[in-house]
């Protein structure tokens, strides 16, 4: 049985009418003839953070900067734009199992500092909490009020469905307009998902959801850590585009929080239309090379692996 039992009643009716959507198109799909061609010109975004040596974040970068190519083959860029003004959807994932209870505190106030530096009127941020079962606790606002109040309403459970909640937040940003991210807090580990690895990076990978991991591990050399968590996160951050980062103190909760909302007001976006295709895999291969980069290098592009032509059927 999949996770999405788990969640509250609002979600539920937003993927309810979701079905309905796909079911009427399935429907109106099923009586055209079985001789229709159809061509996909759909748009592909792809967008790309660079960071230099330092890891800060490089501006002023032009279309003749990037070289995009899928499955190999080099791709016209058609739209490029630097710092997209599109809306930005957040969902911050918070996880709140036994093993976070000593620095959930310290997590949530990371946390609103965060908010309120990033949200502007036109975004929208979503809070989930996840332990045993992933909660949604605010749906997506602007409002600052709602977030801090849904903060405060953040408290401690048993296990960790941290699969379910990468899960469940790609669900929610699918729906959503313009760019999506998910910011996940958490110690690395997963003991009661409904979906696996594979899934839940699927299904990141098919809303577009740029994935930052926050790992917390307040002692390195604990015994019980869970290193194959840890090693999932760093690649589910990797494959959509995003970061990981291991913060073991308030401080380092801030210097996180800090370079991913830097990075957020630094992207680039690369948008092309697919050219002809040799390979029938669903999957398709992306890559960003910098061409003619300015002094000051070397630089690293920071991009989703790929993406799929098709829905999966979860």
Known sequence: MKPWHLVTQHILGAAFVFV??????????????ETTIKVDVKLVNVFVTVTDAHGAPVPNLQKGNFLLKEDGKEQKIAFFSRESALPLSIVLAVDTSLSTRKDLPLELISARKFAHAIIRP???????????????????????????AGLDRVHNGAATALYDAIFLGSQALDRRQGRKVMV?????????????????????????????????VPIEADAGRDTGGEHALVQVSNDTGGKYFYATSLPQLDSAFQKISDELRTQYLLA????????????????????????GGPYQSHYRAGYYTRKGTF
Not at 124 to 145: I, M
């Open 20 to 33: 309905l959507i796909v079911c009427s198109g399935a429907s109106l799909m099923a009586q055209e003839p």
């Open 184 to 216: 996940v807090i958490t110690d690395g580990g997963d003991t009661v998902s409904q979906v696996d690895y594979k899934e839940a990076l699927r299904a990141a990978q098919e809303a577009e959801a740029i994935i930052y991991s926050i790992i917390i």
């Open 122 to 148: 036109q975004d929208g941020l979503a809070l989930y909490k996840f332990s045993e079962v992933v909660d949604q606790v605010v749906p997506f606002t602007s409002d600052l009020k709602k977030i801090d």
């Open 272 to 295: 092309y239309y697919p050219s002809e295709r040799y390979s029938d895999s669903e999957f398709r291969q992306l890559r960003v090379d910098l061409t003619n980069a300015p002094a």
